[in-house]
């Protein structure tokens, strides 16, 4: 497959380093609102509490997590970084598919479900078991989350276990560093 040039490669790691700033940006506000802005004194502020929560998971992490994944391939795909070559590469697919699995099917339902058990029940939601374990559902996930998306900063930055083994030669090697 054709490969891109210097400046292909700057614009799709640019639109990955968003991508990711989205992610972990959405993840880390999304958690502190949920930690310290949860105290609603009417039943309105409760539901617009869990509409904001929902709405920043579906605007800004959703998004930023699919980005990550697709710019991450099409990097792969389009580049001599490949996707078998390094394991620190191997590593990041493992956790990004990982967090996107836990955050559909574990993280989404526990802010998904939110808003219309509040618009069912108001305040007397906030004593409602399954809301008070979605709350902290998603705030320990959520922690969770956040140190996972910090290890593939750091992976990312520090590229460890570069090649697959002592001998290891990439056909290409990669420029970067
Ligand atoms: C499918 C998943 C992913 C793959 C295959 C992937 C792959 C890559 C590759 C090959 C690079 C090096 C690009 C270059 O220097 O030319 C890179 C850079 C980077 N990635 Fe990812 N990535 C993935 C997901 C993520 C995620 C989830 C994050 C963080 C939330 C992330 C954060 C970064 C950062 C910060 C850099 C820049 C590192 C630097 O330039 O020093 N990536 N990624």
Same mark, same amino acid.
């Given at each position: 497959?054709?490969?891109?040039?210097?400046? +292909? &490669?700057?614009?799709?790691?640019?639109?990955?380093?968003? =991508?990711?700033?989205?992610? !972990?940006?959405? =993840?880390? =506000?999304?958690?502190?609102?949920? =930690?310290?802005?949860?105290?609603?004194?009417?039943?309105?502020?409760?539901?617009?509490?869990? &509409?904001?929560?929902?709405?920043?998971? #579906?605007?800004?992490?959703?998004? +930023?997590?699919? $980005?990550?994944?697709?710019?991450?391939?099409? !990097?792969?795909?389009?580049?001599?970084?490949?996707?078998?070559?390094?394991?620190?590469? !191997?590593?990041? /697919?493992?956790?990004?598919?990982?967090?996107?699995?836990?955050?559909?099917?574990?993280? +989404?339902?526990?802010?998904? #479900?939110?808003?219309?058990?509040? /618009?069912?029940?108001?305040?007397?939601?906030?004593?409602?078991?399954? /809301?008070?374990?979605?709350?902290?559902?998603?705030?320990?996930?959520?922690?969770?989350?956040? &140190?996972?998306?910090?290890?593939?900063?750091?992976?990312?930055?520090?590229?460890? &276990?570069? +090649?697959?083994?002592?001998?290891?030669?990439?056909?290409? $090697?990669?420029?970067?560093?």
């Amino acid at each position: 497959m054709a490969k891109l040039g210097n400046r +292909g &490669l700057r614009v799709l790691r640019t639109i990955h380093l968003v =991508a990711a700033g989205l992610w !972990i940006g959405g =993840a880390v =506000a999304l958690n502190l609102m949920i =930690a310290g802005l949860s105290t609603a004194e009417s039943d309105g502020q409760l539901y617009g509490f869990n &509409l904001a929560c929902k709405f920043l998971d #579906d605007a800004v992490l959703i998004p +930023g997590a699919m $980005g990550c994944l697709v710019t991450g391939i099409l !990097i792969s795909s389009l580049t001599n970084w490949g996707f078998w070559k390094h394991r620190w590469v !191997i590593v990041k /697919y493992v956790l990004t598919i990982f967090c996107i699995l836990f955050g559909t099917f574990y993280l +989404g339902p526990t802010v998904n #479900d939110q808003p219309e058990i509040s /618009y069912r029940e108001g305040l007397m939601a906030l004593s409602n078991p399954e /809301y008070i374990d979605n709350y902290y559902s998603s705030l320990k996930g959520g922690a969770v989350q956040i &140190l996972l998306l910090l290890l593939m900063f750091l992976i990312s930055v520090f590229k460890p &276990l570069k +090649g697959r083994g002592r001998g290891f030669v990439p056909e290409h $090697g990669p420029k970067a560093s």
